[in-house]
């Protein structure tokens, strides 16, 4: 709730507001804002920006005289990294100064000066503006011009800028009181609202348990000044409280300082950071239905539609993984300090006192995706933890962090991670030299799992394509009405269903026995009924719980920047986030609670790329937003132009905004000139990702959709001046100093055009950790052309061709071609590994030739390829 306030009216606004939040409940957050002044928080709720205008609503305080007049020129000042401050400042050139942006709006043109001192970002969101009055006040039809602070009267543009203000002159420098304002060394002062009247609390540190339920207090931290009023005091003594924080302002002139009400059980978490320690209190939170119905009440009453205020809160359902489940994957397991390859049956068993490093290519919305990740059992040491962090950093420094990084603990996996996987085991001990001289170092028993052992194991999940097997203490306590478990001892084998368990569990049973003890009989056990063998195996019956394993869930997700200082972070909250808000100069956190995601944009230092993993780790630390995240909780670290879509649907994504290149204002300077590609006007296409799950549908008709960017429309309406000025944005031989600083000489989109290159991305990608690394590019010309013509031969005799086929054919030992072999052929298409085979080769590892081979069903030929190591 919030009042935005001119000084006459900003009582009377303070008590209204206080009204209305009784009327509400009293639950909810009052902000005080002043013109001028605004909170970021305020401002992200107006994007681009608030622009207040002459005039007024007529009232009891003011009284408006309408005046209707031709557009009249007006200097604004920007300032503002994430969200902008814009303020109406004289049309003088004293106005000016080399610190902040400028924008000049006249009749026929609008002008962006940028102050020499002014940082890349503030220049983009300044920017926004511009479009905002262009589009508003304009109707889209005048020119825009971005005139550089120093350039003086090289461009004609800027020579028109100066002349506007009677011709160029030193600018003066921005005074310190400017700079500074009202800030300074800020005491943080408590004071208690008794009857009126303020009476300060003297503290040696700021604890919760100096404020009382029945009274309000005040807590001034210079630039904030918050309202604190307890549960059990009365409106009267709410509207005194508000009142007297008023009139300290007024009274210390302090006039951009803001003013935060809070209720007791609903601060803010500013509110609670000002504390050195701030306890859990009970959830007090209001009901969604109890607040929904004041609202619609209130507005019925003002005769408005309240029809779909009073829906019910949606029904929480499984998160989904948004994720391409049919992809490639490869496994290491840490050992020491190196990594050794797991061969397909054994990629999907782990041991809770190792580490691994896996790898999971896929097709993405448009493009190959990567994603490398780390796993860290519950048991494993310290050393190889690092060990597998440093090789994974390495992979993904190889493939120009252009694949996404994951580092993940047991017990606290995302949903992608199951789906990768689809079917699991994580079994007890571990296989690693690492973990074996630990245990014995320190005289552990080793309990590593044995098929010949007695072994318990929970099975959960949710369909086939995600489900796990999870070996536990072979005890009855490890039981849960819940789950399915299976307990071997030896070839003597047990299947146990919970009272509360489902068909899907009773089939996960089934699957997982496959794996487990395959080709042996088991021996059902009904929660309730079962044998004393059975007893006998867990050591006898004992109590055990029913309620099912609580993983953390997703909550709303909350972006913040982060600025990284000698090793440490400071972050800052992006209010009502969009992508637009990813500036490709920082780095931002995505905090979803059961995951955080680390964004590193293209323009940041490579050294701060690869700190993403502690960056993130330093975030869980910092604790911002007071959740007690884990520090196991999963990380991402995810690069611009590789955000894959379990990322991407937390925003309206345009994902030709983040294939751009150059600087943050190079590119949104461009797209306002109208360079930028047709895809960006166009409403966003979001392609539903497969999620893996038993749907009845044939995977085959699982598309995805692939973004294509056609020619560049060709730019009307723009002076000859303005098309030199953003020329070095396409054209590398321009050498001409346009800008501050200068603009990148590499094309700004590069899908544009006919460039039919493989993407760097995909190049990186393919080149990563030589064959070990999957190369699942696209068919090159050479190998599509060839397929398509061997596969439309007739049927005759394809015998004659076979030494036709080799000529002008690239030819490869059979070798290097498979997918194990230790001296890979480099840049082949690793899909049709098979067309780079002599005829004779072929005929020998397929007994068929090729236009026999390309008739066969897409899946026949995998399986084949398969079968001789080629796919």
Sequence with gaps: MTSIIGLDEAGTAAILTVELDAALGGRAVQYRESQGNETEKLLSYFRPCIMPQPGGIASGFNHVEVNEQEHSTRLYVCRGKHVVHVNEVPFARASLNHEDIFILDTKSKIFQFNGSNSCIQERAKALEVV??????????????????????????????????????????????????????????????????????????????????????????????????????????????????????????????????????????????SKFVEWPPTPDLKLSSEDGRGKVAALLKRQGLDVKGLMKADPVKEEPQPYIDCTGHLQVWRVNGNDKDLLSTPDQSKFYTGDCYIFQYTYTGDDNEECLIGTWFGKKSVEMERASAMSLASKMVQAAKFQAVQARLYEGTEPIQFFVIFQSLQVFKGGLSSGYKNFITENGIVDDTYSEGGIALFRIQGSGSENMQALQVDAVASSLNSSYCYILHNGNTVFTWTGSLTTSLDHDLVERQLDVIKPDLPSRSQKEGRETDQFWELLGGKSKYTNQKVEREHESDPHLFSCVITKGNIQVKEIHHFTQNDLITEDVFVLDCHSGIFVWVGQEVDAKVKSQAMDIGEKFLVLDFLMEKLSRETPIFAVSEGSEPQFFTRFFNWDSAKSLMHGSSYQRKLAVLKGRAPPSLNKPKRRTPAFTGRSSGQDKSQHTRSMSTSPDRPRVRGRSPAFNVLTSAFENPSNTRNLSTPPPAVRKLFPKSGGDSKVSPKKSAISALTGSLIPKSVKASSEAEKATQEEGAAGDGDAGENETEDDEGRTIYPYERLTTAAEDPVPDIDVTKREFYLSSAEFREKFSMTRAAFYKLPKWKQNKLKSGVQLF
């Excluded at 007297?244 to 509110?271: P, Q, W, Y």
């Design 131 to 272: 479009q905002y009055i262009k589009d508003t006040f304009h109707d889209g039809k005048c020119e825009v011009a971005a005139v550089e602070d120093g350039r003086l009267m090289a461009d004609a543009e800027a020579g028109e800028f100066w002349a506007l203000f009677g011709g160029f002159a030193p600018l003066p420098k921005k005074s310190p009181s400017e700079d500074n304002g009202e800030d300074g060394e800020i005491v943080v002062k408590l004071l208690c609202i008794n009857q009126g009247k303020t009476e300060q609390i003297n503290f040696d540190s700021l604890a919760r348990e100096l404020l009382e339920s029945n009274k309000c207090y005040l807590l001034d931290c210079g630039a904030e000044m918050y309202v604190w009023m307890g549960r059990n005091t009365s409106l009267q003594e709410r509207k005194g409280a508000s009142e007297a924080a008023e009139k300290l302002l007024i009274d210390d002139s302090r006039t951009k300082s803001h003013v935060i009400k809070v209720i007791e059980g609903f601060e803010t978490i500013m509110f609670k």
